[in-house]
């Protein structure tokens, strides 16, 4: 494939195009304009073209490109998760395509091999982010001509399939509402993150300012809880998804403390806060964390994290017979075999922090 300063070239999306798809079109689009300032569309896949063509999407998406490699044969080159191959065919066109069997139905692995293809053999380098009124952080060079022949990379599958940024601003939560998060989500996709592990309110900002489908259509993926999932899933006064006030109600769900009161929320501090062997809590928790998936069905991690800082644990007889971090386990394990009933995809992240290390012996984590 000859590109120059007059070349027509045609990026070919599937006739329903995914976000991610419509986004890693429009993204190619925007670099090519910068590089070789020319004629540029973006065209579905039942159109007739001519001229210089890319492919976004493997043969089950893209119809002109199962000419090229038939569903089976792609599926053993790139078996995913989050596989891409890059590869051109006779002399003018370039399939960008990603696995499809990425895991928890993230298709980030489009944009990877757009911007793989973009870093890899037009020399662009997406090294920093800023705010996009300023033209700093990335390289991408202007080319006159370049002869792009026997174009073949690819990747089989990720190295390693949890890759992320935990995103919390400063402490407490801090303001999201940051005119550099856009910039920053694209930093993520261009240099392999998958996903943003991130505070419960700073999600729900996420939602109500569209930061959401901005994150979705870039192939991220969340990780929801940190240290407010205590809060969350269990709040002692209310939230807007569970209205019992459950300090009031049950007290018993949270620690004995030493003193002989129940723990009581002053901050994001305190540690772990429930009393592990109450299966009551247990119980409810679970009610309320599948609830919540239920209305939160782009989260595929729930982060059901401790609170800060290192506290005791709980005083009653029956958590007392097991250490801090066996209770931990406990009460985790105990929680993802009732969730996974109703999501079994959905997986929890626990903290290994402070005095909460090494997995105690003869505990199984629920894989």
């Given at each position: 494939m000859l590109l120059d300063k007059?070349?027509?070239?045609?990026?070919?999306?599937?006739?329903?195009?995914?976000?991610?798809?419509?986004?890693?079109?429009?993204?190619?689009?925007?670099?090519?304009?910068?590089?070789?300032?020319?004629?540029?569309?973006?065209?579905?896949d039942n159109e007739v073209v001519n001229g210089n063509i890319f492919l976004i999407g493997g043969p089950n998406r893209n119809k002109i490109?199962?000419?090229?490699?038939?569903?089976?044969?792609?599926?053993?080159?790139?078996?995913?998760?989050?596989?891409i191959l890059v590869k051109s065919f006779d002399n003018n066109v370039i399939l960008l395509a990603g696995?499809?069997?990425?895991?928890?139905?993230?298709?980030?692995s489009?944009?990877?091999?757009?911007?793989?293809?973009?870093?890899?053999?037009l020399g662009c380098t997406f090294?920093?982010?800023?705010?996009?009124?300023f033209d700093v952080g990335e390289v991408v060079p202007e080319i006159d001509k370049i002869e792009l022949n026997d174009i073949h990379y690819c990747k089989k599958k990720s190295d390693r399939p949890y890759r992320t940024a935990i995103v919390q601003y400063s402490n407490w939560a801090g303001n999201p509402d940051r005119k550099l998060n856009i910039s920053f989500f694209d930093w993520l996709v261009k240099n392999r993150y998958n996903r943003i592990l991130t505070w419960s309110s700073i999600y729900?900002?996420?939602?109500?300012?569209?930061?959401?489908?901005?994150?979705r259509k870039r192939g991220i993926s969340f990780t929801v809880g940190h240290h407010e999932s205590s809060r969350l899933f269990l709040p002692d006064y209310g939230n807007e998804y569970f209205q019992e006030h459950y300090f009031e109600t049950h007290p018993e769900y949270?620690?004995?403390?030493?003193?002989?009161?129940?723990?009581?929320?002053?901050?994001?501090?305190?540690?772990?806060?429930?009393?592990?062997?109450?299966?009551?809590?247990?119980?409810?928790?679970?009610?309320?964390?599948?609830?919540?998936?239920?209305?939160?069905?782009?989260?595929?991690?729930?982060?059901?994290?401790?609170?800060?800082?290192?506290?005791?644990?709980?005083?009653?007889?029956?958590?007392?017979?097991?250490?801090?971090?066996?209770?931990?386990?406990?009460?985790?394990?105990?929680?993802?075999k009732l969730v996974k009933e109703k999501h079994p995809n959905v997986k929890f992240d626990m903290l290994i922090y402070v005095d909460l290390w090494e997995c105690p012996n003869g505990i199984s984590l629920d894989k």
């Open positions: 007059k070349t027509d070239i045609f990026i070919v999306i599937p006739q329903k195009p995914k976000a991610t798809e419509d986004f890693a079109a429009n993204e190619l689009k925007k670099y090519l304009d910068v590089i070789f300032h020319t004629n540029i569309k973006i065209v579905l490109s199962s000419k090229y490699i038939s569903s089976s044969e792609f599926d053993i080159v790139v078996p995913g998760p989050e596989g696995s499809l069997s990425n895991q928890n139905n993230s298709d980030c489009i944009l990877y091999a757009v911007y793989e293809f973009l870093e890899r053999y090294a920093a982010f800023s705010n996009p009124q729900e900002f996420y939602k109500r300012t569209g930061l959401l489908s901005e994150a949270y620690k004995l403390m030493s003193d002989g009161n129940r723990f009581s929320f002053k901050d994001h501090s305190g540690q772990w806060v429930f009393c592990s062997r109450n299966e009551n809590a247990i119980s409810e928790v679970a009610k309320n964390v599948i609830f919540w998936i239920d209305q939160n069905p782009d989260v595929d991690t729930v982060a059901f994290w401790p609170n800060d800082g290192i506290g005791e644990q709980c005083c009653c007889d029956k958590c007392q017979k097991y250490t801090k971090i066996e209770n931990y386990c406990y009460f985790i394990n105990s929680i993802v």
